[in-house]
């Protein structure tokens, strides 16, 4: 039971404040100290009130050129810090700029907020036609949010800031959006401003199912794990490990997944390896992921495979594969309530090392056959430290990268998830950057993607975002082009670019630009950027490349 005096002790009182300073100081009661946001009349009043907050040093503002980077960014630096990213835009077309972004972030569990204006509190609804009008804003975003909420006096606002970011925390995280109207932003009244929320005890389970996971994984000859983007978030990558080790069980780490064990261990397997896995494999723990590939891919587990999972959705639970046992958990918690009930049961077996050392050998040199993505890809891992961070947009070298990147560490590897948003890889590499300042980042782009925001150019040079921007240029929308041509007999249409130089416009925008012809001169180009360390754009002129699934025959 909350104990009313003790909370009422944790309450600030604000004295005759805007609605502005009180979204502000709510947002800073949640800890927030970075906010990525683009100006527009109905938000005039937070802004001013960020003006405040700015100056006392409790905020940093980035202003990107365009809302879907006002989003993106705040994703990149949500997932790089495991933190609230935020940013605020104007309603209707403003929103409508962001929603790519959010799509994505939806689509990848990260930690979004995004705060947005509104018409005139009196005339929503009334369909007049007001600056920036939509009908059913509320209801437009929800869905690709899982909370949206409106606040239209000020001493409303701390309870809503408050309900929004509890439920982006709560169950499954996934982006909100709270809006506020210009009135409500300029309106005057005293606002008690409520303690920031904080993070929801992680649920272990059932431990009645966690028991029963135990004995049947305890008891399994050959285990095998298939950990997805939720062992990431959930920052459940010790646990994992602990576990895969207790087992002798190889884990398949998903794209979102990736890092979560180090591609070093003999335990981390791919999409190729994995294959050769499954036919032994006689209980499969599926952890943090819609388990979609496997379970839709002829080489997926099929027949008497014990399937267990966990997720802390439970609708995610047995949707895309038949499962014996579904436990509702967040995996760090989940994973660590098995480690400590699966002793009592586990069988001994002898170490799968030079098994699975040799299986990931033979699996890694078919991978690596895929030239030239795979000449690129080592360049900038041979130059990346381990600690140092991918983001991959919808181009070749990432596509390779999702099957044969080695990834070290957690939270290094990003990717659009399901969404596989053409255009997020710039933007978001640029939050990831104001996230992690002290690591290099690297985004690896198409001509076609890094299109969509290259205005961002100047963001990133008014704001000295030091990230390396990766242009892989063959003139085309690459992915289409190579489809049309394969599978249409050559009738390509809409899918060829013409572009700038690249070099001369990074330097028109005060970015420092460079170009590289091959894997060779691409790591040394990466070797003094990294040691100039300011943001940097290499342009790499490709040609057409092979389609990695289908030469791995993984689609
Ligand atoms: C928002 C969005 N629009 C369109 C697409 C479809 N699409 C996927 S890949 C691609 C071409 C990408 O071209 P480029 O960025 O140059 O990469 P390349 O394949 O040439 O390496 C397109 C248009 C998409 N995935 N997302
Ligand atoms: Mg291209």
New binding site residues.
């Given amino acids: 039971m909350v104990n009313v005096q003790e909370r009422t002790d944790k309450l600030t009182s604000l004295t005759a404040v805007t609605g502005g300073t009180a979204l502000v100081s709510s947002l800073l009661a949640q800890g927030i100290d970075t906010i990525f946001a683009l100006p527009g009349v109905q938000l005039d009043g937070a802004f001013d009130a960020l003006y405040d907050a700015v100056n006392a040093g409790h905020m940093r503002v980035f202003h990107p050129r365009h809302e879907q980077t006002a989003a993106y960014m705040a994703d990149g630096y949500a997932r790089v810090t495991g933190r609230l990213g935020t940013c605020l835009v104007v309603p209707g077309p403003g929103l409508l700029n962001a929603s790519?972004a959010l799509s994505t972030a939806y689509a990848c569990n990260s930690p979004v907020l995004c705060v947005t204006g509104q018409i005139q509190s009196d005339l929503i609804g009334v369909g007049r036609g007001q600056l920036h009008e939509i009908p059913n804003q509320l209801e437009m975003i929800r869905s690709v949010t899982k909370f949206s909420g409106r606040a239209v006096e000020p001493s409303a606002i701390p309870a809503l800031v408050n309900e929004a970011v509890s439920n982006l925390w709560s169950g499954r995280v996934r982006p909100v959006e709270i809006e506020i109207p210009p009135d409500t932003l300029f309106a005057s009244d005293d606002v008690l401003l409520l303690p920031g929320v904080s993070r929801p005890e992680r649920s272990a389970g059932d431990p009645d199912l966690i028991e029963q996971a135990a004995t049947l994984l305890g008891s399994a000859r050959n285990p095998l794990i298939f950990a997805g983007g939720g062992v990431v978030n959930a920052d459940a990558t010790t646990e994992l490990l602990e576990l895969a080790e207790l087992l002798q069980a190889p884990v398949m780490m998903t794209p979102n997944g990736k890092g979560a064990i180090s591609h070093r261990h003999y335990l981390a397997q791919n999409t190729v390896s994995v294959r050769e896995l499954i036919p032994d494999a006689d209980v499969i723990l599926v952890v943090g992921t819609r388990f979609l590939e496997a379970s839709t891919q002829p080489w997926g587990p099929r027949g008497n495979r014990t399937v267990i999972q966990m997720d802390i959705d439970p609708e995610e639970i047995g949707r895309n594969t038949l499962v014996l046992l579904g436990i509702e958990a967040d995996a760090r918690a989940g994973l660590s309530a098995l480690i400590d009930r699966v002793a009592g049961y586990n069988i001994s077996r002898a170490s799968r090392e030079h098994q699975l050392k040799e299986l990931r050998t033979a699996a890694d040199a078919r991978i690596d056959a895929i030239q030239p993505q795979s000449g690129y890809a080592h360049a900038i891992r041979a130059e990346l430290p381990d600690d140092g961070i991918f983001v991959g947009?919808?181009?070749?070298?990432?596509?390779w990268s999702g099957i044969g990147f080695p990834v070290y560490q957690p939270r290094t590897y990003f990717t659009p998830g399901y969404?596989?948003?053409?255009?997020?890889g710039y933007p978001t590499s640029l939050g990831v950057k104001v996230g992690a300042p002290d690591k290099v980042v690297v985004s690896v782009?198409?001509?076609?993607?890094?299109?969509?925001a290259l205005n961002e150019l100047a963001t990133q040079a008014h704001h000295n975002i030091a990230s390396i921007t990766l242009v892989?240029?063959?003139s085309?929308?690459?992915?289409?082009?190579?489809i049309q041509n394969v599978q249409f007999n050559g009738r390509t249409i809409a899918?060829d670019?013409r572009n700038p130089d690249y070099v001369k416009l990074a330097e028109a925008f005060g970015i420092s630009g460079r170009r590289a012809t091959n894997p060779v001169t691409l790591r040394a180009q990466l070797a003094e950027s990294m040691r100039s360390n300011e943001p940097t754009l290499i342009e790499i002129p490709?040609e057409a490349?092979p389609d990695p699934w289908k030469v791995l025959s993984i689609r």
């Fill in positions: 790519a947009e919808m181009t070749q070298v990432a596509y969404q596989g948003t053409l255009g997020w782009n198409g001509d076609g993607g890094f299109g969509f892989f240029n063959d085309a929308f690459g992915n289409v082009k190579r899918s670019l490709v490349m």
